[in-house]
């Protein structure tokens, strides 16, 4: 091999030449779980059905955007009579508020394919400002984006009347994430 080609190569394998944007998510491959804690005891959760808009590109991430929009009634607390509580008047109400929203404002790289993302969380129409860390990957040929955050419920509504007790209940929720997304179609 000469030296033009072992040249050419390298630049094949760094990052730069070979990062992409991404975009549509892959709902089937994506997750978004949560960990409470009731009377000290971890029960973990998720939500079955969520949509999402993405645009990242690792090499650009001050230009990320993202819309992840979580159909509440679609959570998965562990059993069916906690399902029918959670999406209740006190927790979720989902009647009247359907869908917790996660608006992305702002990503920042902090190196080692890890980045702080800042957005806007809304449910039951509390908006609050959320700050977490969240890595990337690149593999088989899509972006993994992995991270979680705690919320405070009682800050958004969750759990009122008797469950807003937090020592029946901790206030405390983490949330953790899984998006996948295929490569967009062009690069910017």
């Known amino acids: 091999m000469n030296r033009f080609s072992i040249f050419a190569l390298c630049l094949l394998l760094t990052p730069a030449a070979w990062a992409a944007g991404y975009g549509p998510l892959v709902i089937e491959r994506s997750s978004i779980r949560f960990v409470s804690k009731q009377m000290g005891v971890s029960v973990e959760g998720g939500f079955r059905r969520f949509t999402g808009q993405l645009d990242f590109d690792p090499a650009h991430p001050?230009?990320?955007?993202?819309r992840i929009d979580v159909e509440l009634a679609s959570v998965d607390a562990g059993s069916t009579e906690a399902n029918d509580e959670v999406v209740?008047?006190?927790?979720?109400?989902?009647?009247?508020?359907?869908?917790?929203r996660f608006d992305m404002r702002r990503v920042k790289a902090l190196g080692n394919?890890?980045?702080?993302v800042q957005g806007m969380l809304t449910i039951k129409n509390v908006t609050q400002e959320m700050v977490t860390k969240a890595s990337f990957h690149?593999?088989?040929?899509?972006?993994?984006?992995?991270g979680n955050f705690i919320i405070k419920r009682l800050a958004f509504g969750i759990g009122e009347g008797a469950w807003g007790d937090s020592s029946v209940v901790a206030d405390e929720v983490k949330v953790i994430f899984v998006l996948?997304?295929?490569?967009?179609?062009?690069?910017?």
């Open 113 to 116: 394919g890890l980045f702080e």
């Open 88 to 100: 209740g008047k006190d927790w979720f109400f989902v009647r009247q508020f359907p869908a917790a």
């Open 138 to 146: 690149q593999a088989a040929g899509l972006g993994f984006f992995t």
């Open 180 to 188: 996948v997304a295929k490569p967009l179609a062009s690069q910017k």
């Open 62 to 66: 001050e230009t990320a955007r993202a």
